[in-house]
């Protein structure tokens, strides 16, 4: 009985470092991705409140000047032209598959069918180590 609790125990241990190991993979992934997540809503709460706070008060005591904003007219106007000519021209599209598109296509191919067998394997470990049934 002594040996089927250690296996159980072994067996728990490593499925909580898969998960924690999982977790942290994929919380990596996301912040690769979509860049760092956002704090715990408390502190969001109160990094949110304070800035606002500065921001307003800055902005009332910054006042623009009209004879700034009327010499700066012409440039604004040419920025604001260039900027509407860089967002209507269309994205470039392939017009035939290149051969890196098909090594890569057939290498992502090649890492599924790696990762499949690999859990395979890993479960079959499992099975073994804690007996079928």
């Not at 470092?17 to 990596?28: E, Y």
């Amino acid at each position: 009985m002594k040996h089927f609790y250690f296996k159980v125990g072994l067996f728990g241990l490593l499925l909580m470092f898969c998960i924690l190991f999982g977790v942290s993979l994929a919380s990596g992934g996301v912040e690769r991705i979509q860049g760092p997540l956002p704090p715990s809503s408390k502190e969001t709460q109160e990094a949110t409140v304070k800035p606002k706070a500065k921001v307003t008060a800055l902005a009332a005591e910054v006042t623009p000047s009209p004879t700034k904003s009327v010499a700066k007219g012409k440039a604004a106007e040419e920025e604001e032209k260039a900027k509407t000519e860089a967002e209507t021209k269309p994205d470039p599209v392939a017009d035939h598959d290149n051969s890196l598109n098909h090594v890569g296509n057939k290498l992502g191919d090649l890492l599924q069918i790696v990762a499949h067998h690999g859990i395979k394997l890993f479960v079959s470990l499992f099975d073994a180590v804690l007996g079928k049934g």
